[in-house]
């Protein structure tokens, strides 16, 4: 069997806001803008915002999946987390640093760059 994951979407209450902080976070514009779904392209990748209450969908919120962003090196992972909530703070596991933050909307996410 042939695999691909090419998308992921995040869970957002206030989706302009969401999409005020990934626009600032990735350094780019969002590809799709909608009031229920918002797309990122990041190298051929699909980060999707979902306004799930928009539709009135149910949602529990955790820490069990985790998006993980891995940038070129611990400068840029530090510059990107300066002044974010921050959940798991800057460790080295394995050949990585490693750390998580809190985006706007409660989600848990994972930002890596390697140890040189």
Request: net charge negative; proline share 3%; hydrophobic share 40%.
């Amino acid at each position: 069997m042939k695999c691909n994951i090419r998308s992921l979407y995040l869970c957002v209450r206030d989706m302009e806001r969401a999409i005020r902080f990934y626009e600032k976070f990735f350094e780019r514009e969002a590809a799709e803008k909608n009031k229920i779904y918002s797309v990122f392209e990041i190298s051929g990748f699909r980060l999707g915002l979902f306004a799930f209450e928009e539709v009135q969908e149910n949602h529990v919120f955790g820490s069990n999946c985790l998006p993980s962003i891995d940038v070129e090196n611990v400068d840029i992972l530090k510059d990107k987390i300066k002044d974010l909530e921050i959940c798991f703070p800057l460790t080295k596991i394995g050949g990585n640093w490693v750390a998580e933050f809190v985006d706007t909307e409660g989600n848990h996410i994972e930002i890596t760059a390697p140890i040189k």
